[in-house]
Each structure stands twice: as structure tokens, then as C-alpha cells.
């Protein structure tokens, strides 16, 4: 496999951090797009992003970008793509994919025309006429925006915010990817010391921990393209190498998590250490009003409930307003909470230093952030 163009899909809000994240990664001609992020590399920087992206959803082969209106031009184009570059004779290879405000619109429809499409050039080119596909997978994905049509080959398999460390979350988890970029806002690689005192399952200090330490989120799991013969066994020991020699030392960095829910401790404690990070978390139960700020500083990030899924929403307001008094102006601490109120900085009691439009899964939020 030589120089390709990739995507990483991305949550609304965080494409800037993503392509940041590639460039860190040496990764070429990287262009953030609106929910996604366009970049270029050999195969070593699918395995890299794939191992060490906090932020991406995944990573996608792009296997051509064109303009569709009728199903004769989509089942044209699809045709004339490579796709024997990738797929080989026994592999499967399924179809999904997404379409809006596009004349192709049935999802249904397009599936079946792109998989006849990839079928008929595969037959061409392998001069058979049925494939079995028991082989390895190689899961083609659409997205149709526009009447823009991409067309994808999936290399991650389960989402790339699937960590290994939440097997069970509490009741409003945020998605691992999205504390991860709020970890990053809040700049906690230099913030020795990190706190939430609305915890849940942990996922905000977890994901501060693995940033701070270095931990490349993806370094236990496999992938879907692990088992591509496009890319060597050698790349992926290589690229897992090259991750564990960035992590840092474990004891330059600690966290703390409060709930006022007994099983969410417990819970932040084992996923801490599902995820390598236990010995920096420390967790307890605790009202939020009890936090107390000291002399020694430290950044607070928190996902307090919303009143939508947890509480009602005079409650929800009244935790605003409790934060707004137990987290005090002081030079040595910051705030980052993210809240989908628009009437949050009036219930807090300040206007936010910076705010940032984020989404939490469909949910439009903004990321509140007090550091002065
Ligand atoms: C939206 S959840 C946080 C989810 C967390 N970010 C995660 O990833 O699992 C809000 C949490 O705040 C806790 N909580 C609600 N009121 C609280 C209070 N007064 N003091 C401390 N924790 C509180 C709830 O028990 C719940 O676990």
C-alpha cells in the first residue's frame, strides 16, 4: 500500500483538535471538513492513527470522492474505483452508509447499487463470477452529502471510542472521544493535577490520565485492518512500539473523582484501572457542594447532569448554581464543564472566559471554560 488518502470521521466541534492531533502525527496534507477530517500517509500512519488517535471515530481508506444524482452515474463511478486493491478474491464486503439534504436519498437503494458496482469490477478483474466472501473484512462505507458522494473502506472495526476500559458505564456516560477533547481544551498534558466532582463512570479522568501520561488510547485493541495483507505484521509492531515509547511517567500526574452515587465510584476505580491509569485515580464518594479548592491548584473538568436524561431541570439548574459557588475564581485553578444550558453562565454566577460548541451525541453543548 503506498501514500493513500484517509478520513476520520469526528464529533462536531472537535475537527481542529483532530487535525492537530494528525499533524502531531506526521500525517500529511491534513484538512479538517465539517464532522470529519481529510489526511494523507503511507500505511504505518493508518496503524498510527488508528493505535493513537484520542479524537477520531475512526479511520477510513477514501476510495474516491465524486458528484452523483441519478443511480446509473453512482453505480458508473463506484465501478470505475480500485477496489481490487484492497478487497481479494474470498473477502467480504458489506456496505453501509449514510445519506442528507442528497437527490440519492434510499439508503437502501444506494447499498445494493454500490455492492453491485464493487461486484461487478471485482468479477472483471478476478474473471469470476460469485464471490463466497468468508475472507477478511473489508467494510465499504458511503456517506452522501450534498450529493457529494465518498466512498470508504472502514480500517478501525468497532469505534475507535471503544477503549476496552468501559465495559459498564453509568447512566449519562460522555463518549470517550469527547472527554478526551476536553481534556485537551483544558490543557491537562501540562496540568499535574486533575478533578471531577460529578464523576460518573470516570471517563473524564481517564481520558485526562491517558493525554497526560501519554497512553495511546488504542494501544491493547486490534482493528479491522490488523489482519489486511496490505499491511505488514512488522508495521503494526513498529507503530506499537513508537506508542509506548511516547508514554510518560506515571507519577507526574493525579486525579480525583467525587459522586455522590456509591456504584459510580466504584465504578470510576475499576474502569481507572481497566485502562492502566488506577494508580493516578483516586475516587470518593462526595456532594458536590463539599468540593473545596486549595493552595496547590489544579484543573476541574466536569459533565454534571443535564436534567434531560438524570434529573429533572430545576435540579440540573440548582448543581449550575452550586458550582458556581464552589468553584472559585482563583489563579491557580481552571473550569471546564460542559452543559447544554444556554442559561448556564447566568445560573453560575460569571460569564465563561471562553466557550467552545461541542455536541454530546446529538445534544448541541457548549464547553464553558473559567481560567482566569
Ligand atoms: C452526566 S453524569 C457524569 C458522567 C461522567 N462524565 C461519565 O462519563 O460517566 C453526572 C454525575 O453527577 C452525579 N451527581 C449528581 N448530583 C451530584 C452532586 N450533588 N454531587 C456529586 N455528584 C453528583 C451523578 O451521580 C452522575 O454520576
Avoid at 270 to 290: P, Q, R, Y
Avoid at 307 to 333: T, Y
Wanted: aromatic fraction near 10%; glycine fraction near 8%; charged fraction near 30%.
Amino acid at each position: 500500500m503506498g501514500p493513500q488518502l484517509f478520513c476520520a470521521p469526528c464529533m462536531f466541534g472537535i475537527e481542529g483538535i483532530l487535525g492537530d492531533e494528525l499533524r502531531r502525527m506526521e500525517a500529511l496534507e491534513v484538512r479538517p471538513q465539517n464532522g470529519r477530517v481529510l489526511f494523507k500517509g503511507g500505511p504505518e500512519i493508518l496503524a498510527r492513527a488508528n493505535i493513537g488517535s484520542r479524537y477520531a471515530e475512526r479511520i477510513q481508506v477514501v476510495m474516491g470522492q465524486f458528484k452523483a444524482l441519478s443511480f446509473e452515474e453512482l453505480f458508473e463511478k463506484v465501478r470505475e474505483l480500485p477496489w481490487e486493491r484492497f478487497i481479494g478474491k474470498s473477502d467480504r464486503f458489506p456496505v453501509k452508509g449514510w445519506s442528507l439534504d442528497s437527490k440519492l436519498h434510499s439508503i437502501p437503494d444506494c447499498q445494493s447499487i454500490i455492492k453491485k458496482a464493487v461486484v461487478e469490477r471485482l468479477k472483471e478483474r478476478y474473471r469470476v463470477s460469485w464471490f463466497e466472501e468468508t475472507g477478511t473484512l473489508y467494510q465499504i462505507q458511503f456517506t452522501i452529502h450534498k450529493d457529494e458522494i465518498t466512498m470508504l473502506i472502514d480500517t478501525s472495526g468497532p469505534g475507535l471510542h471503544k477503549r476496552g476500559y468501559r465495559a459498564k458505564s453509568g447512566e449519562a456516560p460522555i463518549k470517550e472521544t469527547l472527554a478526551a477533547a476536553i481534556a485537551d481544551l483544558a490543557r491537562v498534558r501540562y496540568a499535574p493535577r486533575v478533578f471531577d466532582p460529578c464523576c460518573g463512570s470516570g471517563t473524564l479522568l481517564i481520558e485526562s490520565a491517558l493525554a497526560a501520561l501519554r497512553i495511546a488510547p488504542g494501544i491493547k485493541r486490534k482493528f479491522a485492518s490488523s489482519s489486511w495483507r496490505q499491511i505488514p505484521e512488522k508495521i503494526w509492531d513498529q507503530e506499537r512500539s513508537r506508542a509506548k515509547e511516547l508514554a510518560g511517567q506515571k507519577n507526574e500526574f493525579s486525579a480525583w473523582g467525587g459522586d455522590i452515587d456509591e456504584e459510580s465510584v466504584a465504578l470510576t476505580l475499576k474502569n481507572s484501572e481497566k485502562a492502566g491509569v488506577g494508580d493516578c485515580i483516586t475516587a470518593a464518594v462526595a456532594n458536590l457542594s463539599e468540593f473545596k479548592i486549595n493552595s496547590d491548584g489544579g484543573a476541574v473538568l466536569c459533565n454534571p447532569p443535564y436534567g434531560e436524561r438524570l434529573l429533572d431541570l430545576r435540579a440540573a439548574e440548582e448543581i449550575i448554581r452550586l458550582m458556581g459557588r464552589v468553584f472559585k475564581p482563583h489563579p491557580k485553578w481552571s473550569y471546564y464543564i460542559i452543559s447544554p444550558h444556554d442559561d448556564f453562565e447566568n445560573l453560575f454566577g460569571r460569564p465563561a472566559d471562553k466557550r467552545r460548541k461541542l455536541y454530546n451525541g446529538m445534544l448541541k453543548c457548549q464547553l464553558y471554560m473559567y481560567y482566569k
